[in-house]
């Protein structure tokens, strides 16, 4: 029976990627993509990886479908002249087939089974106080990835306000809608605000236990924050805002500091103090949590327009 | 005991599942956004709740069962109040293409 199931959602996965390809305007197209993402994180379910899951649906469709959304409403509506190269369309598909085969036979040709580092994260948890392998691969086995993530994040805000027309990225981000909200959008943002921060910070609470974590609930918080300005409950930061740009710096530089402190306390780079490990880890989690909800938030609402006159 | 609920279940669901089709269907084949929004949001509203209610006699504790129950309410919320401002910008649209339409013959 889910032998079943899965051959099904396999159908039903390639028939939607093949339906955002094909789809000739680009609105449905980023809607189909959306809707392919939430189908891709029940494959992930039925991987038993809801951690991936979790953070597929929240930001792989939700803000990148977002972002994605708004990038469709800020195109021209008529098509560009002079039209792109007529060569475009078939060599970007080539070059993704091409990688799609290749990642298919570099995965046919591992061994069986396939080499693992499971065994060892699972002998070495218990060190760590964590009950999630995933968060413990995240934020101890492999630290350096996720710090290097959390870089990669912050310098795609980066690349976001470099298209401000303030050299300095100061003001505000232009408001999602000219209107003011509708009513039941600020009726939403008043009664779902309050329950979705909550699940927000459960998830980066149960992140160390239990499938959850500081993406996952990054990105909850910042669809609330998001959620809030649509329903013109609280304003869009201004982006000089000293506290705003220490928030967004918190979570990779706090990381780094905790970073270089291993150095001194466990004697490598990223090792976290003997005996507090629970602690700090929680205290990095914190920090980066902060800051992904922050910086994603703001990818949405896009550039600062610069400084407001009086 | 079991029996009755194991029952119970598969028919509540059943029925959820019914609805679920049917809206879906509703939002592919009925011609206009407004009604397509209703179709879909009846299935979300009723479906869910039928099976969630179906589902109510397996959950292995009351917590489990009041969680199941708050997912029902939560997409009640997002549901209504999504389809309203899916609604208001389909009428706001639709004005302005009217508005924006030369007006009709014998109209002062």
Same mark, same amino acid.
């Given at each position: 029976?889910?032998?079943?199931?899965?051959?099904?959602?396999?159908?039903?996965?390639?028939?939607?990627?093949?339906?955002?390809?094909?789809?000739?305007?680009?609105?449905?197209?980023?809607?189909a993509?959306?809707?392919?993402?939430?189908?891709?994180?029940?494959?992930?379910?039925? =991987?038993?990886?809801?951690?991936?899951?979790?953070?597929?649906?929240?930001?792989?469709?939700?803000?990148?479908?977002?972002? @994605?959304?708004?990038?469709?409403?800020?195109?021209?509506?008529?098509?560009?002249?002079p039209?792109?190269?007529?060569?475009? $369309?078939p060599?970007?598909?080539?070059?993704?087939?091409?990688?799609?085969?290749?990642?298919?036979?570099?995965? =046919?040709?591992?061994?069986?089974?396939?080499?693992?580092?499971?065994?060892?994260?699972?002998a070495?948890?218990?060190?760590?106080?964590?009950?999630?392998?995933?968060?413990?691969?995240?934020?101890v !086995?492999r630290?350096?990835?996720?710090?290097?993530? $959390?870089?990669?994040?912050?310098?795609?805000?980066?690349?976001?306000?470099?298209?401000?027309?303030?050299p300095?990225?100061?003001?505000?981000p232009?408001p999602?809608s &000219?209107?003011?909200?509708? #009513?039941p959008? #600020? !009726?939403?943002?008043?009664? @779902?605000?309050?329950i979705g921060?909550?699940?927000?910070?459960?998830?980066?609470?149960?992140?160390?236990?239990? &499938?959850?974590?500081?993406f996952?609930?990054?990105?909850?918080?910042?669809?609330m924050?998001?959620? =809030?300005?649509?329903?013109?409950q609280?304003?869009?930061?201004?982006?000089?805002?000293?506290?705003?740009?220490?928030?967004?710096?918190?979570?990779? !530089?706090?990381?780094?500091?905790?970073?270089?402190?291993?150095? #001194?306390?466990?004697?490598?780079?990223?090792?976290?103090?003997?005996?507090?490990? $629970?602690?700090?880890?929680?205290?990095?989690?914190?920090?980066?949590?902060?800051?992904?909800?922050?910086?994603?938030? @703001?990818?949405?609402?896009?550039?600062?327009?610069g400084?407001?006159?009086? | 005991?079991?029996?009755?609920?194991?029952?119970?279940?598969?028919?509540?669901?059943?029925? +959820?599942?019914?609805f679920?089709?049917?809206?879906t269907? +509703?939002?592919?084949? /009925?011609?206009?956004?407004?009604?397509?929004?209703?179709?879909?949001?009846?299935?979300?509203?009723? +479906? /869910?709740a039928?099976?969630?209610?179906g /589902?109510?006699?397996?959950?292995?504790?009351?917590?489990?069962?009041?969680?199941?129950?708050?997912?029902?309410l /939560?997409?009640?919320?997002?549901?209504?109040?999504?389809?309203?401002?899916?609604?208001?910008a389909?009428?706001?649209?639709?004005?302005?293409?009217?508005?924006?339409?030369p007006?009709?013959? +014998?109209?002062?």
């Amino acid at each position: 029976m889910s032998l079943v199931f899965d051959a099904v959602l396999c159908l039903v996965l390639l028939a939607g990627a093949l339906g955002v390809v094909t789809t000739g305007a680009a609105r449905p197209a980023v809607i189909a993509f959306i809707g392919y993402g939430l189908l891709l994180g029940l494959a992930w379910v039925r =991987l038993a990886a809801v951690d991936v899951a979790l953070t597929e649906i929240a930001i792989g469709s939700g803000i990148s479908g977002v972002v @994605l959304l708004r990038c469709v409403r800020a195109l021209p509506a008529e098509p560009l002249t002079p039209a792109p190269n007529r060569m475009l $369309k078939p060599l970007a598909a080539v070059v993704s087939i091409t990688i799609a085969a290749a990642l298919a036979a570099v995965v =046919l040709a591992l061994p069986e089974p396939a080499p693992s580092r499971a065994a060892d994260v699972a002998a070495a948890l218990p060190a760590t106080d964590l009950g999630n392998p995933v968060t413990g691969v995240l934020l101890v !086995f492999r630290a350096l990835d996720t710090l290097l993530e $959390k870089v990669v994040l912050l310098l795609s805000l980066v690349g976001v306000w470099a298209l401000s027309r303030d050299p300095a990225c100061r003001g505000r981000p232009a408001p999602l809608s &000219p209107e003011p909200a509708p #009513a039941p959008s #600020a !009726f939403l943002a008043r009664v @779902l605000a309050p329950i979705g921060v909550l699940v927000g910070l459960y998830l980066l609470w149960a992140g160390a236990d239990h &499938p959850g974590g500081a993406f996952q609930s990054g990105a909850v918080l910042a669809a609330m924050g998001l959620l =809030l300005v649509m329903g013109d409950q609280i304003r869009t930061p201004a982006a000089e805002s000293r506290g705003l740009r220490l928030l967004l710096l918190a979570g990779p !530089f706090g990381f780094l500091a905790v970073g270089f402190a291993g150095w #001194a306390t466990a004697g490598v780079f990223l090792g976290y103090p003997p005996g507090a490990e $629970k602690a700090v880890i929680i205290a990095v989690e914190v920090a980066i949590t902060v800051s992904i909800a922050v910086t994603l938030g @703001l990818i949405v609402l896009g550039p600062p327009a610069g400084e407001e006159r009086p | 005991m079991s029996l009755i609920a194991d029952a119970f279940t598969l028919v509540f669901v059943a029925a +959820g599942i019914a609805f679920f089709a049917a809206g879906t269907l +509703g939002l592919v084949r /009925l011609p206009q956004t407004l009604s397509r929004i209703h179709a879909l949001t009846k299935a979300d509203n009723v +479906g /869910l709740a039928l099976i969630v209610l179906g /589902l109510l006699p397996q959950a292995a504790n009351v917590l489990e069962g009041a969680k199941m129950v708050a997912v029902w309410l /939560l997409a009640q919320l997002a549901s209504g109040a999504v389809a309203q401002v899916m609604a208001e910008a389909v009428m706001a649209e639709t004005k302005a293409t009217k508005d924006a339409a030369p007006p009709e013959e +014998g109209h002062p």
